[in-house]
């Protein structure tokens, strides 16, 4: 132990020490909207052109993506030792004169990200926008898909006709209704958890995408197989969960209440199928990979939130967000 805490700061000195001052600025106003603590370290190179052209296609924008910036850093989630990672800010390419900034450990998951203004400093009520990839993974150069590819993927997936199409273009939208009830659910099973009541607002939100997901479940039965009946199901026991929450009146009904969403969410994630094996979430991101939809493709409102931010700017944004999270991918040891 003493041995560990002394190399993590034999490396958070060294990292300080070869962070030049623009670094040690640019992380100084990124800080302040990532959660946990963040360490400048030295300017890394860009990656060669061919690479930068590389990422330039699969992420178009209008800023030249020489203007972007790649640092070493160090990130440690609170209660956890530092790991090595990078950070890329990237112009957003507009009149603005904004950067994006995201940030990655070499696990190649995000721990986060900001927006900054012409100045260089935070503007902090994009942090909710900038922060929510935080804890996914870093999407690949290789194999990357563009924004405006996948979203035409998702319109004829829509406009299908057959069974099969439809029930494609269901378990397509899954991910879809996940990222829409991902706010309003955590809040809702921190709070219960902790025998508190949740909101009224965030229980109708929450409904939402758990009732879209509901109006689709014949649909997609012939792409879940074996598991239609639990998926259906698991779907009901949420709503039905979500319903007992007005009624539950002390701590430890609302306790019973999270023990009851808990149980329904894990029921669809370990949900098991003649369709494949292993775990459903991996089959759904195959399939979205064999359907042409890539990993994580930025697209506002399919695998982006505008979190607060207006639609057309928030894609603005988040079309910047990939070819900074592409660099990472470039960059990351
Ligand atoms: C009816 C099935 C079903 C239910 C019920 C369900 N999920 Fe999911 N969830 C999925 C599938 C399928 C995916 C993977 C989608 C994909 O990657 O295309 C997923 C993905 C997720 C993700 C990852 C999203 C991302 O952006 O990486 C989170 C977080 C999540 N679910 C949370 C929950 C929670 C919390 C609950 C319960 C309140 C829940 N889910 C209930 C099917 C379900």
């Known amino acids: 132990m003493q041995r560990l805490i002394c190399c993590g700061l034999f490396l958070a000195t060294l990292a300080s020490a070869q962070a030049d001052a623009a670094a040690t600025k640019l992380c100084a ?68 004169g904004r950067m994006v900034v995201l940030i990655a450990a070499g696990d190649r998951t995000f721990r ?66 996940m990222l829409h009830q991902s706010a309003p659910i955590g809040s809702i099973m921190t709070l219960l958890e902790h025998g508190k009541a949740p909101s009224d607002a965030d229980v109708t939100a929450a ?27 698991s779907i009901d026991g949420v709503l039905k969960a979500l319903d007992q929450i007005a009624g539950a009146g002390d701590e430890g009904k609302r306790k019973a209440v999270h023990a009851l969403l808990k149980r329904d969410c894990r029921t669809c994630h370990q949900l098991e199928s003649d369709r494949w094996q292993g775990a459903f979430e991996d089959f759904a991101q195959n399939e979205r990979r064999r359907l042409g939809l890539g990993e994580r493709v930025f697209l506002v409102g399919y695998d982006v939130l505008p979190a607060g931010v207006d639609a057309a700017d928030a894609q603005k944004l988040a079309d910047a967000m990939y070819r900074a999270a592409l660099l990472l991918d470039a960059t990351l040891p």
């Open 207 to 233: 409904r939402g995408p758990y009732q879209a997901l509901q109006a689709r479940a014949a649909e997609i039965a012939p792409a879940v197989g074996k598991g239609a009946k639990d998926y259906a199901a």
């Open 29 to 96: 106003a990124v800080a302040p909207a990532i959660t946990g603590e963040l360490k400048a370290g030295a300017a890394q190179p860009l990656p060669k052109a061919e690479v930068l052209a590389r990422i330039a296609v699969a992420a178009p924008g209008t800023a030249a993506l020489d203007a972007a910036k790649v640092l070493q850093i160090e990130h440690a989630w609170p209660e956890d030792e530092s790991a090595e990672g990078r950070l890329a800010c990237v112009p957003v390419g507009d009149d603005s």
């Open 112 to 177: 986060g990200g900001a927006v900054l203004g012409k100045d260089g400093t935070l503007v902090a009520n994009m942090n909710a926008f900038a922060n929510q990839f935080a804890g996914k993974a870093v999407p690949k150069l290789d194999g990357a898909v563009t924004r405006a590819a996948a979203a035409k993927v998702l319109a004829e997936l829509e406009g299908g006709k057959d069974a099969a199409q439809k029930a494609s273009a269901a378990l397509i939208d899954v991910r879809r209704q």
